[in-house]
């Protein structure tokens, strides 16, 4: 079956520091790829998606993405994380138009 | 208004009540989805319409109903509902449920089920 896992629940980094958020898929194929961020109260924000192409894909705030076919991998990084980056993390998997499954997301808390 | 709308943010009611979600998108998209958010649960795709018409139901039972009465609105109706249905429920809509449409989330109706 199907399925996405984002291994770390929750997350701490100081601000400044580098982040990685790691997700591993499980389908026979390529799928789809996305990241998004849901703040407080809001609803789901794309960060980025891989279709086919560069495995290294660049997303709005500064977030970057590498797909590893190898590794089933889709892991999250940014080089430098500025308070308001503090949110909830999905990654999720897109097989056809109406198939969609997201991890469990990754709580991001960032220290001063 | 623009975006994705949905009201109201907050909802209580028994198990008895019958009461509806509603959607409202701003951005001109043909599709339309719903979603569940339970804690520590990964999002479930609820219900997909596509040009008004339902293209995904995922094994969703009968006391949520969804109604799309034109591409730019979306209700769930909801009716003896039981205590595990709390959830954040998402709206989100995409030009079309092609694999490279991007979806766009509203921010969501919070409901406990008492």
């Known amino acids: 079956a199907q399925s996405v896992t984002q291994p770390d629940i929750h997350i701490t980094v100081s601000e400044g520091a580098s982040l990685e958020l790691r997700c591993n898929y499980s389908?026979?194929?390529?799928?789809?790829l996305f990241w998004y961020v849901q703040s407080p109260g809001q609803g789901l924000q794309l960060l980025l998606k891989?279709?086919?192409?560069?495995?290294l894909v660049q997303g709005i705030k500064g977030f970057e993405a590498e797909f590893k076919r190898s590794q089933s991998s889709f892991n999250l990084r940014k080089p430098s994380v500025h308070w308001s980056d503090a949110a909830e993390y999905f990654c999720?998997?897109?097989?056809?138009?109406?198939?969609?499954?997201f991890g469990t997301g990754t709580s991001l808390t960032v220290i001063p | 208004e623009t975006g994705v709308t949905q009201t109201p943010r907050h909802l209580v009611m028994g198990m008895t009540n019958k009461k509806s979600l509603k959607c409202e998108q701003h951005?001109?998209?043909?599709?339309m989805y719903w979603y569940k958010q339970s804690a520590k649960k990964p999002l479930e795709l609820m219900f997909v319409?596509?040009?008004?018409?339902?293209?995904e139901n995922n094994s969703v039972p009968s006391r949520f109903s969804p109604e799309c009465p034109n591409s730019s609105h979306l209700f769930l109706h909801l009716h003896t509902l039981q205590p595990e249905d709390s959830a954040l429920y998402l709206c989100?809509?995409?030009?079309?449920?092609?694999?490279?449409?991007?979806?766009?989330f509203g921010p969501g109706t919070r409901l406990t089920v008492t």
């Open positions: 999720a998997i897109r097989l056809t138009g109406n198939q969609f499954y």
């Open positions: 389908y026979g194929a390529t799928p789809y």
């Open positions: 891989y279709f086919s192409g560069d495995t």
């Open positions: 951005l001109g998209h043909n599709a």
């Open positions: 319409y596509s040009l008004e018409e339902r293209v």
């Open positions: 989100a809509s995409s030009q079309d449920t092609g694999l490279a449409y991007e979806q766009y």
